[in-house]
């Protein structure tokens, strides 16, 4: 009799586990839907000036009209589509004299990358990276702005950039790489860190890994990169916090970028994918207006580069230096 019970709740035990295992494939969001969620989530956000803002219904930022627009290229939509020429136009009306966004470095190799993804005014493009190699200090560093000292963060965006718009043997991107390599973090040697004096991060590392992978052999600082990952399989800013949807973007895109030999960044993806809110966005607190973890449109943008990271280069053609 004992033994009888045992095989009922056993096969209703078995039952149960395979009807759960079915509701879950069911409901289990896809790759496409996630895509075509966030996509529709930053259509329906473009302002009538033809940018994007970092909140819906805020005024049009140059970089976060740069980063959406990345997104949408790399889904596929060309400078035939009225969004796109839109967006193409407000960043073209924003270069200042000097050739550059904001005075910004990171901003203007954002916009470079959108132009250059684009095919978008060759001229507008040359003088944006003259403005970039004149604001490059002679260490081979970038800061935020022109004259400013050499910042991790910066010059890693910028590298990050210029390996899709230049070849390696750019005389600015073999001399930035030199000078991160020289910055890898003192305290655990392994990565690098927004801050002096503070244990490698996620963010910096990510950064500098997607553009010194160009030039330098960076595995001991990619299985570094790849162990701060949680059970979640998302990255957080570092070990022991928690994991962070643009943090994770930053981490995939990276991975790709080195070219891990493994799946972790489908692992990420997949943490994405759980992480992205019903309207399509990404919650973070990762960009630097905000005091607090909101939905936006760069973390949602940033989002969607990673989904698409295995393929990016794809899009990119001729470079515009050697």
């Known amino acids: 009799m004992k033994s009888s019970k045992y095989h009922l709740v056993a096969a209703s035990t078995l039952i149960v586990a395979i009807f759960l295992c079915l509701t879950s494939l069911i409901v289990a969001k896809t790759t496409r839907e996630t895509i075509e969620l966030a996509e529709n989530y930053l259509l329906t956000s473009q302002n009538r000036d033809g940018g994007w803002p970092l909140l819906p219904g805020k005024d049009s930022d140059v970089e976060i009209t740069a980063l959406v627009m990345q997104a949408l290229l790399v889904q596929g939509h060309g400078t035939g589509w009225t969004v796109i020429n839109r967006g193409m136009d407000f960043l073209i009306k924003k270069q200042r004299s000097d050739g550059s966004w904001s005075g910004n470095t990171a901003h203007t190799i954002f916009v470079l990358t959108t132009l250059h993804l684009g095919q978008r005014d060759p001229k507008v493009r040359e003088k944006g990276l003259t403005w970039l190699s004149e604001a490059q200090n002679s260490n081979g560093s970038w800061g935020k702005q022109l004259n400013q000292p050499g910042n991790v963060l910066y010059t890693g965006a910028v590298l990050s ?34 801050k002096r004096g503070t244990k490698s991060d996620v963010i910096a590392t990510s950064w500098v890994l997607q553009g010194i992978s160009l030039v330098y052999d960076v595995n001991v600082q990619l299985a570094w990169l790849k162990q701060q990952q949680n059970q979640d399989n998302g990255f957080p800013l570092g070990k022991g916090k928690p994991s962070d949807p643009e943090i994770t973007a930053y981490a995939i895109l990276a991975l790709v970028a080195c070219q891990d030999q ?10 994405l994918k759980h992480m992205q809110q019903k309207d399509g966005s990404f919650v973070s607190q990762t960009p630097i207006e905000l005091n607090v973890p909101k939905a936006n449109l760069q973390t949602t943008s940033f989002a969607l580069l990673a989904i698409h990271a295995r393929k990016i280069k794809n899009y990119f053609h001729v470079g515009l230096s050697k």
């Open 262 to 271: 493994l799946n972790t960044d489908k692992l990420a993806i997949g943490y």
């Open 161 to 194: 950039g210029l390996r899709y718009l230049v070849t390696s043997k750019y005389t600015p991107i073999t001399k930035s790489s030199d000078w991160l390599a020289n910055q890898i973090n003192p305290i655990d040697g392994y990565g690098w860190s927004m």
